[in-house]
């Protein structure tokens, strides 16, 4: 056999560890997939994985559904849960930009005007706040027609760009049980937030090793709070899921 013919059979094992079977990588993606969703794998572990075995990059996966490595999700067309309608987005005109364009310009010199302002009377980083803030309120009466032409000119551009929105479908109002989950996080985090504002009337006056002693105290008096608000979420956030998978949310529109 001579050393080309030896060269070339060397060489057969490796491309063909380059291109596995179909039949293989399809058993492969499939089993990882499993193990995704048994929480056995990450994603990224997972990915690893078929890297490791197709030697590619990331962007080689699985033929078939590009989501087929996602934790065990289905693909748009095969969930129960509806699809989101985004809303189009606005496109600006020509003259619409060209107007925010000298808006934006006009500001611009006004806030240039103001500088110099200050300058000429000497204003800068070392004044007092009252004698720079009284210079710049001098300077708004004095050019007020300026300031309130940006402002009509700006609402000029608002009108438009409300008048050119696409109209939206009116959303459905949560339904009963989410509206009472919502009730019960609001009523705890009320409570935490009352105590949060005693705690900083307390902190307000106290020395360092009291402010210690009173944030401890703190965390240990609304500790049940904290879990209560924590579990609140977690009950708001399962009602709201599962209201998506039956439609029934302000997403499903």
């Not at 985004?86 to 003259?95: A, G």
């Not at 006004?110 to 710049?136: F, M, N, W, Y």
């Not at 479908?169 to 509206?179: A, D, F, H, L, S």
């Amino acid at each position: 056999m001579s050393s080309m013919a030896f060269s070339q059979d060397r060489k057969a094992p490796a491309l063909a560890r380059k291109a596995p079977d179909a039949g293989k990588l399809e058993a492969f993606g499939k089993s990882l997939k499993e193990a995704i969703a048994a929480g056995k794998l990450t994603e990224d572990e997972a990915r690893a994985k078929w890297n490791a075995l197709t030697k590619s990059g990331a962007d080689k996966k699985p033929t078939g559904n590009k989501r087929d490595l996602g934790k065990g999700k289905k693909s748009p067309t095969d969930s129960k849960r509806p699809l989101i309608q985004r809303p189009v987005k606005l496109v600006l005109s020509d003259e619409v930009k060209a107007q925010l364009d000298a808006i934006k310009g006009d500001k611009d010199a006004l806030k240039a005007a103001i500088g110099e302002e200050l300058e000429k009377l000497g204003l800068g980083k070392d004044s007092s706040k009252d004698d720079v803030r009284a210079a710049v309120e001098a300077f708004k009466k004095a050019n007020q027609d300026r300031f309130d032409a940006i402002k009509a000119a700006s609402e000029k551009v608002h009108e438009t760009l409300n008048a050119a929105r696409p109209d939206r479908k009116e959303r459905p109002e949560p339904t009963p049980e989410i509206n009472a989950k919502i009730a019960v996080v609001k009523a705890v985090g009320k409570k935490l937030h009352e105590s949060r504002g005693n705690l900083r009337k307390e902190l307000k006056d106290a020395t360092k090793e009291d402010r210690k002693i009173l944030i401890e105290k703190f965390k240990v008096d609304n500790k049940d709070k904290h879990e209560e608000l924590k579990a609140a979420h977690k009950e708001l956030k399962d009602a709201v899921r599962a209201a998506k998978e039956t439609g029934a949310t302000r997403t499903s529109e």
